[in-house]
């Protein structure tokens, strides 16, 4: 029970720091769209692995959320 608990904490943390990540100047350059990869901007691809993180965090947190139902298929 105690690890369901530590890894919810540790997708809630992910989530905030990677929404705080995706507003620095690591992802968003001031006035920059260079360099380029593959021919598609650098923050592109950052935004890309940031949302792809996320959803990620995000399946991961259904499966260890503290108060999911492990009988959720029974009636009784």
């Given at each position: 029970?105690?690890?369901?608990?530590?890894?919810?904490?540790?997708?809630?943390?992910?989530?905030?720091?990677?929404?705080?990540?995706?507003?620095?100047?690591?992802?968003?350059?001031?006035?920059?769209?260079?360099?380029?990869?593959?021919?598609?901007?650098r923050t592109l691809w950052a935004a890309?692995?940031?949302?792809?993180?996320?959803v990620v965090l995000t399946f991961i947190g259904t499966r260890?959320?503290?108060?999911?139902?492990?009988?959720?298929?029974?009636?009784?």
């Open positions: 029970m105690k690890k369901h608990n530590l890894a919810w904490t540790l997708c809630i943390v992910g989530i905030v720091a990677l929404c705080v990540i995706s507003f620095t100047p690591l992802v968003i350059p001031a006035g920059k769209s260079t360099p380029m990869f593959l021919g598609v901007p890309i692995l940031v949302y792809a993180a996320m260890v959320h503290p108060e999911a139902d492990d009988n959720s298929g029974d009636s009784e």
